[in-house]
């Protein structure tokens, strides 16, 4: 009988034990939990700080790049990588999500490219003009010289607006016939030009050679007077 409550106050013993270790091991684990949980969350608030702070200094230096295509091509990758980072996952739903945003990505690219493309081609258009304008307005008044170069300026107008891709054929047909009335006016123009400037040499030349004679006759009359 004794060796029977020997037994039973041991089982007591051993349990209470057992449920005494249970219940440390249960406080450590939690402590433990706490503190992992302490050091993930000190973690992440240290990743955002650094991740904002990278941000800043990602925009100050696009901020601080001249206006222009390379500027806003590198505010666009900007804003597009930080779209990218926001979706978390890698299933079927995130990756359609990323396609899409790629494929927008490419399309504001090839936007910003043709815009500073049509910019280009605008501005060298527009210096062309200026230059064939200074030509004309250096060019002698009625020359030849002066002709060539309004008909260069009326080729490049003609070409300028023939470069619209909306134009139909029809339209542009009658832009090549608005030229080219423009053409034969200038030429018949500077034409008629030649030839009142040879009429009026010429008259000018007969008028002299009339004066030369008529004072010749004059002499003639004086020179026989005195005689």
């Not at 608030?45 to 500027?71: C, F, H, I, S, T």
């Not at 900007?78 to 926001?86: D, F, N, P, V, Y």
């Not at 300026?153 to 139909?168: D, K, S």
């Not at 030429?187 to 030349?205: D, G, T, V, Y």
């Given at each position: 009988k004794?060796?029977?409550?020997?037994?039973?106050?041991k089982?007591?013993?051993?349990?209470?034990?057992?449920?005494?270790?249970?219940?440390?091991?249960?406080?450590i684990?939690a402590?433990?939990k706490?503190?992992?949980?302490?050091?993930k969350k000190?973690?992440e608030?240290?990743?955002?700080?650094?991740?904002e702070?990278?941000?800043k200094?990602?925009?100050?230096?696009?901020?601080?790049?001249?206006?222009?295509?390379?500027?806003e091509?590198?505010a666009?990758?900007?804003?597009h990588e930080?779209?990218?980072?926001?979706?978390?996952?890698?299933?079927?739903?995130?990756?359609?999500?990323?396609?899409?945003l790629?494929?927008?990505?490419?399309?504001?690219?090839?936007k910003?490219?043709?815009?500073?493309?049509e910019?280009?081609?605008?501005?060298?258009?527009?210096?062309?003009?200026?230059?064939?304008?200074?030509?004309?307005?250096?060019?002698?008044?009625?020359?030849?010289?002066?002709?060539?170069?309004?008909?260069?300026?009326?080729?490049?107008?003609?070409?300028q607006?023939l470069e619209?891709?909306?134009?139909?054929?029809?339209?542009?047909?009658?832009?090549?016939a608005?030229?080219?009335a423009?053409?034969?006016?200038?030429?018949?123009?500077h034409e008629e030009?030649k030839r009142?400037?040879?009429?009026?040499?010429?008259?000018?030349e007969a008028?002299?050679?009339?004066?030369?004679?008529e004072?010749?006759?004059?002499?003639l009359?004086?020179?026989g007077?005195?005689?």
């Amino acid at each position: 009988k004794k060796y029977i409550d020997f037994n039973n106050r041991k089982s007591e013993i051993d349990k209470t034990g057992v449920k005494k270790l249970s219940a440390l091991q249960n406080e450590i684990a939690a402590d433990d939990k706490q503190a992992i949980d302490e050091k993930k969350k000190r973690a992440e608030e240290a990743a955002k700080a650094a991740e904002e702070l990278n941000n800043k200094l990602q925009d100050a230096l696009v901020n601080a790049m001249r206006e222009g295509k390379d500027k806003e091509l590198a505010a666009l990758k900007l804003s597009h990588e930080r779209e990218l980072k926001e979706i978390k996952g890698n299933g079927e739903k995130q990756m359609q999500v990323r396609g899409a945003l790629t494929q927008k990505y490419l399309a504001d690219i090839a936007k910003i490219e043709q815009q500073y493309n049509e910019e280009a081609v605008q501005k060298e258009a527009d210096r062309q003009a200026r230059i064939l304008q200074l030509r004309i307005d250096t060019a002698v008044k009625g020359s030849d010289q002066e002709l060539k170069f309004r008909l260069d300026q009326l080729t490049a107008q003609r070409n300028q607006e023939l470069e619209n891709e909306e134009l139909t054929e029809y339209e542009k047909s009658l832009i090549r016939a608005k030229y080219a009335a423009q053409e034969n006016d200038f030429i018949k123009q500077h034409e008629e030009e030649k030839r009142a400037k040879k009429q009026e040499a010429l008259q000018a030349e007969a008028d002299d050679l009339a004066a030369r004679n008529e004072a010749a006759l004059n002499q003639l009359q004086i020179d026989g007077e005195s005689t």
